[in-house]
Protein backbone atom coordinates (compact mmCIF):
# COMPACT_ATOMS: atom_id res chain seq x y z
CA UNK A 1 0.00 0.00 0.00
CA UNK A 2 2.75 2.28 0.86
CA UNK A 3 4.73 1.96 -2.02
CA UNK A 4 1.61 2.29 -4.32
CA UNK A 5 0.98 5.39 -2.43
CA UNK A 6 4.73 6.60 -3.06
CA UNK A 7 4.53 5.65 -6.86
CA UNK A 8 1.05 7.44 -6.50
CA UNK A 9 2.53 10.99 -5.26
CA UNK A 10 5.96 10.99 -7.50
CA UNK A 11 3.68 10.66 -10.72
CA UNK A 12 1.98 13.38 -9.38
CA UNK A 13 4.46 15.33 -9.05
CA UNK A 14 6.63 15.01 -11.74
CA UNK A 15 5.90 17.49 -14.66
CA UNK A 16 4.26 16.89 -17.64
CA UNK A 17 6.73 15.02 -20.39
CA UNK A 18 7.38 17.97 -23.26
CA UNK A 19 6.27 16.13 -26.71
CA UNK A 20 8.77 15.17 -28.40
CA UNK A 21 9.83 17.57 -31.15
CA UNK A 22 8.81 15.40 -34.30
CA UNK A 23 11.85 14.78 -36.59
CA UNK A 24 12.21 17.58 -39.75
CA UNK A 25 11.97 14.98 -42.60
CA UNK A 26 13.47 16.47 -45.89
CA UNK A 27 10.36 16.60 -48.03
CA UNK A 28 10.79 18.10 -52.12
CA UNK A 29 7.68 19.95 -52.87
CA UNK A 30 6.11 20.65 -55.99
CA UNK A 31 8.18 20.19 -59.14
CA UNK A 32 11.66 21.16 -59.97
CA UNK A 33 10.40 23.85 -62.18
CA UNK A 34 8.05 25.11 -59.61
CA UNK A 35 8.59 23.62 -56.06
CA UNK A 36 10.38 23.86 -52.70
CA UNK A 37 12.29 22.36 -50.23
CA UNK A 38 11.51 21.68 -46.46
CA UNK A 39 13.93 19.96 -44.18
CA UNK A 40 16.53 20.72 -46.65
CA UNK A 41 20.16 20.05 -45.41
CA UNK A 42 23.62 21.52 -46.81
CA UNK A 43 25.97 19.47 -49.07
CA UNK A 44 29.23 19.62 -47.80
CA UNK A 45 31.88 22.66 -48.74
CA UNK A 46 34.42 20.21 -49.64
CA UNK A 47 35.92 16.62 -49.11
CA UNK A 48 38.20 14.23 -50.49
CA UNK A 49 36.13 13.37 -53.40
CA UNK A 50 34.77 16.47 -54.29
CA UNK A 51 35.19 20.26 -54.45
CA UNK A 52 32.51 22.92 -54.69
CA UNK A 53 31.69 25.22 -57.32
CA UNK A 54 29.51 28.79 -57.70
CA UNK A 55 28.28 29.72 -61.09
CA UNK A 56 27.52 32.84 -59.59
CA UNK A 57 31.19 34.25 -58.05
CA UNK A 58 33.39 31.43 -60.52
CA UNK A 59 34.94 30.42 -57.78
CA UNK A 60 35.45 27.06 -54.80
CA UNK A 61 33.66 26.86 -52.55
CA UNK A 62 30.23 27.37 -53.34
CA UNK A 63 28.11 29.46 -51.03
CA UNK A 64 26.06 27.37 -48.43
CA UNK A 65 22.60 28.88 -49.74
CA UNK A 66 23.47 27.39 -53.10
CA UNK A 67 23.58 23.79 -51.85
CA UNK A 68 20.69 22.55 -50.27
CA UNK A 69 19.42 19.26 -51.09
CA UNK A 70 16.90 16.74 -49.64
CA UNK A 71 18.80 14.39 -47.06
CA UNK A 72 18.79 11.88 -49.63
CA UNK A 73 19.90 14.16 -52.79
CA UNK A 74 22.55 14.87 -50.23
CA UNK A 75 23.29 10.87 -49.11
CA UNK A 76 23.34 9.40 -52.41
CA UNK A 77 25.30 12.15 -53.99
CA UNK A 78 28.20 11.68 -51.78
CA UNK A 79 28.17 7.95 -52.21
CA UNK A 80 28.58 8.22 -55.23
CA UNK A 81 31.27 10.64 -55.53
CA UNK A 82 33.19 8.50 -52.50
CA UNK A 83 32.59 5.48 -54.91
CA UNK A 84 34.12 6.68 -57.69
CA UNK A 85 36.80 8.29 -56.25
CA UNK A 86 37.37 4.75 -54.85
CA UNK A 87 37.64 3.63 -58.46
CA UNK A 88 39.93 6.61 -59.33
CA UNK A 89 42.22 7.71 -57.02
CA UNK A 90 44.30 8.90 -59.73
CA UNK A 91 41.02 11.48 -60.51
CA UNK A 92 41.03 14.50 -59.98
CA UNK A 93 38.43 15.46 -56.81
CA UNK A 94 34.42 15.81 -59.06
CA UNK A 95 33.15 19.58 -58.64
CA UNK A 96 30.08 19.63 -57.08
CA UNK A 97 27.88 23.17 -58.24
CA UNK A 98 24.49 24.20 -57.28
CA UNK A 99 21.52 22.55 -55.75
CA UNK A 100 18.93 24.48 -54.40
CA UNK A 101 18.31 27.18 -51.91
CA UNK A 102 17.52 26.74 -48.31
CA UNK A 103 14.03 26.33 -49.08
CA UNK A 104 13.70 25.42 -52.58
CA UNK A 105 11.62 27.66 -54.58
CA UNK A 106 12.92 30.04 -57.62
CA UNK A 107 16.76 30.02 -58.48
CA UNK A 108 16.90 32.17 -61.38
CA UNK A 109 19.85 34.71 -63.05
CA UNK A 110 19.00 36.88 -60.09
CA UNK A 111 21.34 34.58 -58.15
CA UNK A 112 24.01 34.78 -60.79
CA UNK A 113 25.73 32.87 -63.35
CA UNK A 114 22.97 31.99 -66.07
CA UNK A 115 20.35 30.66 -63.15
CA UNK A 116 18.39 27.86 -63.12
CA UNK A 117 15.12 27.35 -63.97
CA UNK A 118 15.00 23.96 -61.78
CA UNK A 119 16.57 23.01 -59.07
CA UNK A 120 13.69 24.61 -56.76
CA UNK A 121 12.50 21.49 -54.56
CA UNK A 122 16.16 19.94 -53.28
CA UNK A 123 16.21 16.87 -56.30
CA UNK A 124 18.76 18.49 -58.67
CA UNK A 125 22.58 18.62 -58.42
CA UNK A 126 25.35 20.49 -60.82
CA UNK A 127 27.90 18.12 -61.42
CA UNK A 128 31.08 19.45 -63.19
CA UNK A 129 32.34 17.35 -65.63
CA UNK A 130 36.22 16.06 -64.58
CA UNK A 131 39.28 18.25 -66.91
CA UNK A 132 41.51 16.37 -68.88
CA UNK A 133 44.45 18.98 -66.99
CA UNK A 134 42.78 17.72 -63.63
CA UNK A 135 42.24 21.24 -62.93
CA UNK A 136 39.72 21.87 -59.84
CA UNK A 137 37.25 24.26 -61.81
CA UNK A 138 34.70 23.43 -64.46
CA UNK A 139 35.68 22.87 -68.10
CA UNK A 140 35.01 25.65 -70.38
CA UNK A 141 35.07 23.87 -74.19
CA UNK A 142 34.34 20.37 -74.40
CA UNK A 143 37.56 18.91 -75.01
CA UNK A 144 39.18 19.77 -72.00
CA UNK A 145 36.33 17.16 -70.51
CA UNK A 146 37.96 13.91 -69.70
CA UNK A 147 35.15 12.05 -71.41
CA UNK A 148 36.16 8.49 -70.13
CA UNK A 149 35.95 9.78 -66.37
CA UNK A 150 32.64 11.97 -66.99
CA UNK A 151 30.72 9.11 -68.74
CA UNK A 152 32.10 6.81 -65.51
CA UNK A 153 29.67 9.46 -63.13
CA UNK A 154 26.96 9.24 -65.87
CA UNK A 155 26.70 5.44 -65.68
CA UNK A 156 27.36 5.60 -61.84
CA UNK A 157 24.43 8.32 -60.99
CA UNK A 158 22.02 6.06 -63.33
CA UNK A 159 22.88 3.36 -61.31
CA UNK A 160 22.21 5.62 -58.57
CA UNK A 161 18.50 5.37 -59.70
CA UNK A 162 18.37 8.85 -60.86
CA UNK A 163 15.26 9.86 -62.98
CA UNK A 164 17.07 12.24 -65.28
CA UNK A 165 20.69 12.78 -66.24
CA UNK A 166 20.93 15.26 -68.61
CA UNK A 167 24.24 15.87 -70.53
CA UNK A 168 25.71 18.57 -72.77
CA UNK A 169 24.80 18.31 -76.86
CA UNK A 170 28.95 18.33 -77.69
CA UNK A 171 30.69 16.01 -74.87
CA UNK A 172 29.60 12.75 -76.58
CA UNK A 173 28.21 11.05 -73.40
CA UNK A 174 25.80 8.64 -73.67
CA UNK A 175 23.06 6.16 -71.26
CA UNK A 176 19.66 4.66 -71.29
CA UNK A 177 17.51 6.45 -73.45
CA UNK A 178 14.56 8.80 -71.27
CA UNK A 179 17.38 8.55 -68.29
CA UNK A 180 20.56 10.23 -70.30
CA UNK A 181 19.08 13.71 -72.16
CA UNK A 182 21.17 15.60 -73.95
CA UNK A 183 20.59 19.65 -73.81
CA UNK A 184 21.95 22.98 -74.60
CA UNK A 185 24.45 24.80 -71.94
CA UNK A 186 25.63 21.27 -70.49
CA UNK A 187 28.28 21.13 -72.20
CA UNK A 188 30.76 22.08 -68.94
CA UNK A 189 28.29 20.01 -66.49
CA UNK A 190 26.04 17.27 -65.92
CA UNK A 191 23.03 17.97 -64.17
CA UNK A 192 21.65 14.76 -61.77
CA UNK A 193 17.80 14.73 -61.30
CA UNK A 194 16.46 12.59 -58.40
CA UNK A 195 13.59 10.77 -58.22
CA UNK A 196 11.19 12.20 -55.02
ZN1 LIG B 1 21.39 22.09 -63.31
Given amino acids: MHLIAAAVTTLALLPPAPLPA ?7 LGKPHDGRLAG ?16 GLK ?26 RAAHPEAPRVGVAD ?25 DVDIAYPRRDRREKPPIRPDQVDRRLAQDLV ?33 DHLHVRFRP
Fill in 155 to 187: DRFVRAGARHVFVGLNVRLKGPRKVVVRLPNHD
Fill in 59 to 84: RSPNRVWRRYGTAKTVATTLTVLEEF
Fill in 99 to 123: LSRPHGGPFGRRFGGLGHASHQNGL
Fill in 40 to 55: GVPFPEQGPAFYTWDW
Fill in 22 to 28: PPEVSRA
